[in-house]
């Protein structure tokens, strides 16, 4: 397994971009698909945005597709998300986590990062 550490998260006002960081330790991450998923109050855990290990293919969400952007620097052990044109519905706690197979179900994740709070304010 991969242990995973998110940052980047705060309190934006709606409009406002933030970008959030999932740094990894260990030396395989290069073979694990990467994703984003959040976690709003009162709601389920929801898929994001997921890209596999060399960055080829990528997958959003339509609620975030063409604000947000997944990438990865494989050198330096760590998967990015670019989130533009903030809404107030985007408010959830982000987390990051690494699977075998690049999909848009958390269950195919085994390892996932504590998560990082983003607060869109209107």
């Known amino acids: 397994q991969v242990q995973l550490v998110e940052s980047g998260g705060g309190l934006v006002q709606a409009g406002g971009s933030l970008r959030l960081s999932c740094a990894a330790s260990?030396?395989?991450?290069?073979?694990?698909?990467m994703g984003w998923f959040r976690h709003a109050p009162g709601k389920e855990r929801e898929f994001v945005a997921t890209?596999?290990?060399?960055?080829?293919?990528?997958y959003y969400a339509d609620s975030v597709k063409g604000r947000f952007t997944i990438s990865r620097d494989n050198a330096k052990k760590t998967v990015y998300l670019q989130m533009n044109s903030l809404k107030p519905e985007d408010t959830a706690v982000y987390y990051c986590?690494?699977?075998?197979?690049?999909?848009?179900?958390?269950?195919?994740?085994?390892?996932w990062g504590q998560g990082t709070q983003v607060t869109v304010s209107s």
């Open positions: 890209i596999n290990w060399s960055a080829a293919s990528t």
């Open positions: 986590a690494a699977g075998e197979i690049v999909s848009l179900r958390s269950a195919d994740f085994g390892s």
């Open positions: 260990g030396r395989t991450f290069r073979r694990y698909a």
